[in-house]
């Protein structure tokens, strides 16, 4: 028997990685269009939970589905894996747009990332300002602190091509009016998306992807799993807190933060051997979503590892067996 090395231990943790974004893919595409965003967001849950009870780490999970008060699954500081193998702290999102998936609408996804102990972010569950570019291109070329004008010269300056050649992803919000009105008067080219910005960050860093930049306000916590997948393939970004009240600040105070005014780059929010898998529940640009052929359900995920910088696309089919035994 081969001696199993880190080496084994963690193609084989990358493997399992995505089985478990799979499995909250596969138990919210059962509720697609049902028009029901808390069922969906339920199912998601419970599979991820059934199928992370299974993997061989010591894991806690840095944050997931809310406090212990909060979820009775996947809560913040729950204990998870077997218990056995790496300790790992964990981050999850069983369903990134749950009323996408109730709508039966395009680009929801699974999300499941870990990485060594004290390797993400501690951030509260409030506001992020981001933005992000791929890989390539100097680490000071974008920055919050500029206008999107400045940012977006720069950018195309980088790039050899002009700004109006430029596509800009911003999250469909109220919040962004300014924003978007800004970057119109650039020129650029703007992709509305309707939720998603974990997608939205990665697809800027993507192979055969149009998007060029990322800009706006989502969750923090969305941020730091951006982050995950950036630390993985390259590609930069930052993130800065938006603290809208007092309350805001007492959150960010009890995760730690005590400069509220800091600048997060990639590697602040997610650093060491970090694992990062996504699986489509609903076909968007970067994964096609679960659907189901002759009695066999398949799944599209992606998984990035930080120590190999690998990126790879699974297709699984499960319960492959039953068509196999019917069709005889």
């Known amino acids: 028997m081969p001696e199993v090395t880190e080496s084994h231990t963690g193609r084989n943790l990358t493997m399992e990685a995505a089985r478990v974004s799979a499995a909250g893919a596969l138990g919210a595409s059962e509720m697609m269009g049902r028009g029901d965003d808390q069922a969906a967001a339920q199912a998601a849950v419970d599979a991820m939970h059934d199928a992370l009870a299974t993997v061989m780490i010591d894991g806690t999970i840095q944050f997931g589905e809310g406090e212990e008060d909060q979820a009775q699954k996947l809560y913040t500081g729950e204990k998870v894996g077997t218990g056995d193998g790496p300790k790992v702290d964990v981050a999850l999102m069983p369903i990134e747009g749950p009323t996408i998936v109730a709508k039966g609408a395009p680009n929801a996804l699974s999300i499941f990332t870990m990485t060594e102990e004290g390797g993400f972010l501690n951030v509260p569950d409030i506001y992020m300002n981001k933005i992000a570019i791929g890989s390539g291109l100097p680490d000071d070329l974008v920055s919050l602190d500029e206008e999107p004008s400045v940012n977006l010269n720069a950018l195309a300056k980088a790039k050899g091509v002009e ?144 120590r190999t910088g690998t990126l790879r696309y699974i297709e699984s089919h499960h319960q492959f067996a039953s068509r196999v035994t019917n069709s005889g």
């Not at 055969?208 to 969305?222: A, E, K, N, T």
């Open 163 to 306: 700004v109006h050649d430029l596509l800009v992803c911003i999250l469909d919000r109220p919040r962004h009016g300014e924003l978007l009105a800004k970057v119109r008067e650039t020129g650029a080219r703007i992709r509305l998306i309707a939720d998603g910005d974990v997608n939205g960050v990665i697809a800027t860093n993507l192979p055969h992807s149009p998007v060029d930049i990322y800009l706006g306000i989502g969750g923090s916590r969305q941020g730091v799993l951006a982050a995950a997948a950036m630390s993985c393939i390259g590609g930069h970004m930052q993130g800065k807190l938006v603290i809208r009240s007092a309350d805001d600040e007492r959150q960010a105070m009890a995760c730690g933060i005590t400069d509220m005014t800091q600048t997060y780059g990639v590697h602040d929010m997610a650093s060491g051997d970090v694992t990062f898998a996504t699986t489509g529940i609903t076909t968007g640009p970067m994964l096609r979503g679960v659907h189901k052929d002759l009695g066999v359900t398949i799944s599209h995920s992606m998984v990035l590892r930080h």
